[in-house]
């Protein structure tokens, strides 16, 4: 972020004084405090918005060669005061070498993978670099303000069953299907996919085939298990969604 001096209003961005605490040498006070506030309203609102409101934020001074001042910005999440990110007043002259002789500016930065493990409970950073369809296909979702907490992988075998049934007349949507399998099966249902979709040649009906991956995240299922979750999600769907069975 960047600012500009505003000579005409009797307000000047800088100065020829000395190197302290609160500013550079080039830097007015009035100017380095504008800044300061900004830096310090932006960054207080970007983490509301990702944690939500009535947030407890405070401000450590810090060192980092790029910026002086330097803040930590600190949060109390779930009762402890976690580091989020560090910020500060840009050193004048990278804003120079940038060709910006007549404006000063702050900066931030912010550790993606440490903040996605705070916002989503994820408790291993290697994760991240995991090719698991289980673990990325977590944060597959319909809106990018939809909550998503993380579920732990499981090193249990799963168990596989399939679900085909002809579509109603009615307008039919098939996340209607995958809401409805997880709402039945709860934390067993891993993953559910549309395998196959079949109209019929003279009837002009259509079926679908779903594919049920269901893995517990504790323990090894037993088929008998699965069999009674999966009979309740076909006798669900048949009264919930007006399919016709091709159980």
Not at 52 to 68: A, E, K, M, N, S
Not at 89 to 96: R, S
Not at 166 to 179: A, G, I, M, V
Not at 182 to 201: A, C, N, Y
Request: aromatic share 12%; net charge negative.
């Amino acid at each position: 972020q960047l600012f500009s001096s505003v000579q005409d209003e009797g307000f000047q961005l800088f100065e020829r004084g000395h190197r302290t605490a609160h500013k550079q040498e080039c830097h007015t006070m009035e100017a380095v405090r504008l800044v300061e506030f900004n830096l310090k309203q932006v960054l207080t609102k970007l983490m509301t918005h990702l944690f939500g409101d009535g947030l407890q934020v405070r401000w450590v001074d810090c060192y980092f060669p790029f910026t002086h001042p330097s803040f930590e910005m600190e949060i109390n999440f779930q009762g402890e005061w976690l580091e989020v990110l560090g910020c500060g007043v840009m050193e004048q002259q990278l804003v120079n070498s940038a060709g910006a002789q007549d404006k000063i500016g702050w900066a931030f930065g912010l550790g993606l993978e440490r903040l996605a493990m705070i916002l989503y409970g994820i408790p291993d950073i290697r994760l991240f670099w995991s090719e698991d369809e289980r673990f990325l296909k977590q944060f597959i979702a319909p809106h990018i303000g939809q909550k998503i907490k993380f579920q732990p992988l499981s090193r249990h075998p799963p168990l596989i069953n399939d679900i085909s049934f002809w579509l109603p007349s009615e307008p039919y949507s098939k996340n209607d299907f995958y809401d409805l399998a997880r709402s039945v099966g709860g934390d067993l249902i891993e993953k559910v996919v549309l395998l196959d979709e079949f109209t019929h040649p003279k009837t002009k009906k259509v079926s679908h085939c779903y594919r049920l991956t269901y893995r517990h995240p504790e323990r090894t299922l037993t088929q008998d298990e699965v069999h009674q979750v999966h009979r309740a999600i076909q006798e669900a769907v048949v009264r919930e969604l007006g399919v016709e069975g091709r159980f």
